[in-house]
């Protein structure tokens, strides 16, 4: 009988071998893993029957067991030989020969959630390394569209993170290669309406009912303003989009900004106004040497500049140097140039009826002889002239064209003309700055000599040429 006894302990304990094959050897318990514990207590005689007892228990929230004889025995977070061990010795406090036997009987299945708006919400089996875009393919369709859903992952009971389902789903965005851990819950719920009013240059002013969580720029888009004319660089600027929350303005941009989304853009709330008005404007009219003159509306306190850039800029021709603004009987000059020392003319402000007139450029040279393109050229605002300036503009030297002998010829205030020679080469051999004068508007910068027409003759076409007779006299 003590034989077959002790057979059917040793089955036992093969059995037990078996079982604990369920986890690997350094594998952790947690809870809900299920284990079955048995005890050979070895109470009586040498050789008899060991007293046996055997349990199956859970490892419950915490990992602590509570055994017989043996009492605490932490669990959760160690290995079955760990808890063996100490079981065992916790046993031989009462019992000299007792021993402990843990078997590792089943693993608790990690599972997530996903609940929600979507067709096949519920409980998942965790596969390691499942990704969030992998765990939402499991939940099925949607059954609002995805810009009306609000999705979040909770873990530990707390949001963890907000993604945009859309994009997870038909991007690759990096959200949707999140880890899912354990006890994780995808909560897909549809987002919160809240209700806004807006008025003026929408085309259905009054109350609009939107999704919390949408932004000035979604409003603007749904509202549905008029297009404003591409040909009107600052249509845009001149409406005004403001936000007032509980009696207070929170937000005043333009409505370019807005569409172009410079700036954060902000939130909506319930029971916000949201104002889109065109400003006060100021008709002021732009002429001269402009790609499109005519009348323009600005806005208040705008500069010369801002109606010259409205005209679509100055032309080729045009000099900033010198810009007047007719008001009345008064007459502005301002100096626009980039190289204006009057920093003051640019911020110049407008009022209604100013005229902007943009003069032409008459700073002009001739430049004849052996250079490649003879003939007049403009000399621009931030040009402050020499000799290489003149040469440059012409095109340079012909091959023929002798750098010894380039003349300057300049009208005095008596009208007698005077020449004066640069021996060219010098500059170009040497470097010597002297030997490159700096040249005035009216000149004729000769390259080479010639014998078919008089120093004179020249001087008299060039100045008829380039209209500046009358301003020398």
């Known amino acids: 009988m003590k034989r077959i006894a002790w057979l059917a302990f040793l089955s036992l304990l093969v059995a037990f071998g078996i079982a604990q094959r369920v986890g690997a050897p350094d594998y952790q318990l947690k809870e809900g893993d299920i284990l079955r514990i048995r005890y050979a207590l070895r109470v009586g005689a040498v050789g008899a029957t060991p007293d046996t007892l055997e349990l199956r228990v859970e490892v419950p929230p915490g990992g602590m067991l509570t055994l017989p004889y043996a009492g605490a025995v932490q669990a959760a977070g160690r290995t079955v030989s760990e808890v063996e061990a100490e079981l065992t010795a916790k046993l031989r406090r009462r019992f000299k020969l007792a021993e402990g036997f843990v078997v590792l009987e089943a693993i608790r299945k990690e599972t997530f959630s996903i609940i929600g708006e979507v067709t096949r919400g519920g409980q998942y089996e965790l596969v390691p390394g499942t990704t969030l875009r992998q765990a939402l393919s499991l939940g099925g369709e949607t059954t609002r569209r995805p810009e009306l859903l609000r999705a979040v992952v909770f873990r530990n009971g707390k949001p963890s993170i907000e993604f945009d389902l859309f994009d997870v789903q038909a991007t690759d965005n990096p959200a949707g290669d999140l880890k899912i851990e354990a006890g994780d819950v995808i909560s897909i719920q549809t987002k919160r309406q809240i209700r806004v009013w807006a008025s003026g240059l929408t085309r259905a002013p009054g109350e609009v009912t ?28 001149r409406v005004q989009v403001s936000i007032l929350r509980n009696g207070q303005q929170v937000f005043l941009r333009n409505l370019r900004d807005v569409r172009a989304g410079d700036y954060r853009d902000l939130p909506l709330q319930d029971g916000d106004y949201i104002s889109i008005a065109a400003e006060p404007t100021q008709r002021v009219w732009v002429f001269g040497a402009v790609a499109r003159p005519g009348q323009y509306d600005l806005p208040p306190s705008s500069t010369a500049l801002q ?20 008001r009345g009987d008064e007459v502005v000059a301002l100096d626009l140039s980039a190289t204006s020392p009057k920093p003051e003319d640019k911020r110049f402000p407008l009022r209604e009826g100013d005229i902007v007139y943009v003069r032409p450029n008459t700073r002009r040279i001739a430049v004849l002889g052996e250079v490649n393109r003879p003939g007049l050229h403009v000399i621009e605002d931030n040009m402050d002239p020499h000799v290489s300036d003149a040469i440059a503009l012409a095109g340079g030297l012909t091959k023929r064209g002798p750098a010894t002998r380039v003349s300057i010829l300049r009208v005095q205030p008596n009208g007698e003309v ?56």
């Open 210 to 237: 939107v999704e919390e969580g949408t932004t000035l720029r979604q409003l603007v888009a749904t509202v549905g303003l008029p297009q404003v004319s591409a040909s009107d660089l600052y249509a845009e600027e």
């Open 307 to 326: 109606a010259i850039a409205a005209a679509s800029g100055a032309t080729s021709t045009a000099t900033l140097s010198i810009v007047e603004v007719l």
């Open 418 to 473: 005077e020449r004066i020679p640069v021996d060219f080469s010098q500059y170009l051999n040497r470097g010597k700055e002297e030997f490159n004068p700096p040249i005035q508007p009216g000149d004729v910068v000769m390259v080479g000599e010639t014998n078919r027409i008089e120093v004179q003759a020249i001087v008299n076409l060039a100045l008829g040429l380039l209209g500046i007779r009358n301003l020398l006299r």
